[in-house]
């Protein structure tokens, strides 16, 4: 079975390759093919798979092209995790946004619209040529934002199309963790948009335990966004929140944060990156070594600046272990060999939430099996959760009409329709900020 990863130079690809490593039997990838624009990328990546792969039987055979068609063709899987603009995009996008003092984070408010406008119509072509070279292949998208871009690709692909992100994956493991239950066997009752959901329950053999952990206050100030969102708050809502709320729960102290902090993340990232990649460029040096040193201190300073400022302290251990990859086998798996499992993704609403239409992608339970992955009819959400959900939505369907449109005007209300942004003069001003910045805007008129 053919897998072809776009963003093959991207420094989370050997996440991917590791789990393929451990997965046997029938109907496993036995060929992964990397595609990037960036050669030295490629063979930098390239280098760190080899060494995982070193003394693996059947370890699946990796080439790398820089020529988009001649990877997707024949594949049975596309993993998409692309990053239009690279680093310095993230990095800029933060910049200009925390210029006119609002969130530049590459998900949430202006940074996100700003990275989704630059994406999707990248994403829109590669769903076209995957229709076209590939018609029978499954495209699982981690490109942030994964929602919107989900959203954009599945208008080309329909249900071909499966959005994934590892921060429902997270937050169930940690709620499931601290109330002493095995995570395979809970069922996390969430719901939302991508890095905008709610945990509302978590059952295990049948009973919701969710309840006795909202009551106990020294358990629910024990684990992540116990820390990071505070007790009292998370009682108040009556459920927990995907970490990324943080972003809309305590905005202005994120904002003031990032805008104190002597780098933000995506400079951060980008110079870390940078190290590595050099690094993995000398002849001499053991890249995976190099890699997982690089990991560590990547996922130990994550969301640091909001926990900073909620007072949540480091990191714990357990948390620094990812888990989209594990998704990302786990969806393969049950597609190709029928292994129904049930897994959090972002896949078409259908009529799971009454309050938004069948075509707008969501973040929700599903069942999979061969023919894809199946929304499971959730409770709706309560009313404060609703705004939210419909507000972003409305801003991702402004973001995807100014991506086919070209429209600056459409990209302009995008902006001054999100929550966060809440000035139409600022969003203008976003917009002039971002086509300065990145010459993948030019096509906004």
């Known amino acids: 079975m053919k897998l072809t990863i776009l963003g093959g130079g991207g420094f989370r690809v050997p996440l991917v390759y590791g789990a393929l490593l451990t997965d046997r039997g029938e109907g496993r990838v036995t060929e992964v093919v990397l595609h ?29 092209t820089t020529d988009l068609d001649d990877a997707l063709r024949g594949a049975d899987f596309v993993f998409s995790a692309i990053r239009v ?46 229709a076209r070279l590939a018609p029978d292949a499954w495209v699982i998208n981690f490109t942030n934002p994964a929602g919107l871009v989900t959203e954009a690709m599945s208008r080309h692909l329909g249900d071909r199309v499966i959005g994934i992100c590892d921060s429902p994956v997270g937050l169930g493991r940690r709620i499931a963790r601290v109330l002493g239950a095995n995570p395979r066997e809970a069922w996390i ?9 709610w945990v509302r329950g978590l059952h295990v053999a049948g009973r919701d335990e969710l309840p006795r952990l909202l009551a106990d206050p020294d358990l629910l100030g024990s684990f992540e ?21 943080h972003y809309y729960y305590f905005n202005r102290e994120a904002v003031r944060a990032y805008q104190q902090a002597e780098k933000t993340r995506g400079a951060f990232l980008r110079d870390q990156q940078a190290h590595f990649y050099e690094a993995v460029a000398d002849p001499g040096s053991k ?25 949540a302290g480091e990191r714990d251990a357990d948390d620094l ?11 393969m798996r049950a597609i190709a060999r029928d292994e129904r499992t049930t ?8 009529d799971t939430l009454s309050v938004l239409d069948g075509e707008a992608v969501i973040e929700v339970p599903c069942l999979v099996d061969a023919n894809g992955a199946h929304p499971v009819a959730v409770a709706p959400l309560p009313d ?25 005007a459409t990209a302009v209300k995008a902006f001054a329709l999100h929550p966060l942004v809440d000035s139409v003069n600022v969003a203008r001003r976003l917009v002039e900020g971002y086509t300065d910045a990145h010459p993948g805007l030019a096509y906004l008129k």
């Open 36 to 64: 990037d624009l960036d050669a030295g990328r490629l063979s930098a990546v390239a280098r760190v798979l080899a060494e995982q792969a070193a003394g693996v039987p059947g370890a699946p055979a990796v080439t790398a």
């Open 85 to 130: 603009g690279g680093l310095e995009g993230r990095a800029d996008d933060e910049r200009v946004a925390l210029a006119e003092g609002v969130l530049g984070q590459e998900t949430v408010g202006a940074g996100g619209i700003a990275y989704g406008l630059r994406t999707v119509p990248v994403a829109v072509d590669i769903a076209r040529r995957v």
């Open 189 to 197: 009752d969430y719901v939302g948009l991508n890095h905008l959901g």
């Open 225 to 245: 966004e116990g820390k990071l969102f505070g007790v009292d708050w998370l009682q108040s809502l009556g459920a927990i929140p995907n970490e990324y709320l």
């Open 287 to 311: 890249a995976l070594d190099v890699w997982d040193r690089t990991r560590a201190e990547r996922e130990a300073t994550y969301m640091a600046e909001n926990r900073e400022t909620a007072g």
């Open 321 to 331: 272990s990812g888990g989209y990859e594990k998704v990302a086998l786990a969806l």
């Open 343 to 350: 897994l959090i993704l972002n896949v078409r609403n259908r």
């Open 384 to 408: 404060h959760a609703t705004g939210l959900v419909c507000a972003v939505k409305a801003v991702e369907r402004e973001v995807l009409a100014a991506a086919e449109s070209g429209s600056r």
